[in-house]
Nanobody
Framework: QVQLVESGGGLVQPGGSLRLSCAAS????????IHWYRQAPGKQREWVAL???????NYADSVKGRFTISRDNTKNTVYLQVNSLKPEDTAVYYC?????WGQGTQVTVSS
């Protein structure tokens, strides 16, 4: 079993930045790829980015150039640096590995 705990969300003004964290514990040897998703109120969950064990990354077009995913294997943690935030980035951000999901962290972009 794998446990995922997100943190780092908050309220920021448009154009601001945050660093989201996803700390993994448990049977982490079973994890190859970690994904970030987000879900805005009244909308379906949307895939945002992924990173593999080899640090290959990929991004949704809507965040490409603004978000950066990275990992620190010594801390079993994946980060999502979110820059140039827009009101439409407001959502609960979740990390996912295999069938496991974290509880999410709220990002609100508002002036």
């Amino acid at each position: 079993q794998v446990q995922l705990v997100e943190s780092g969300g908050g309220l920021v003004q448009p154009g601001g930045s945050l660093r989201l964290s996803c700390a993994a514990s448990g049977s982490i040897f079973s994890i190859n790829t970690i994904h970030w998703y987000r879900q805005a109120p009244g909308k379906q969950r949307e895939w945002v980015a992924l990173i593999t064990t080899g640090s290959t990354t990929n991004y949704a077009d809507s965040v490409k150039g603004r978000f950066t995913i990275s990992r620190d294997n010594t801390k079993n943690t994946v980060y999502l640096q979110v820059n140039s935030l827009k009101p439409e980035d407001t959502a609960v951000y979740y990390c996912n590995a295999n069938m496991y999901w974290g509880q999410g962290t709220q990002v609100t972009v508002s002036s």
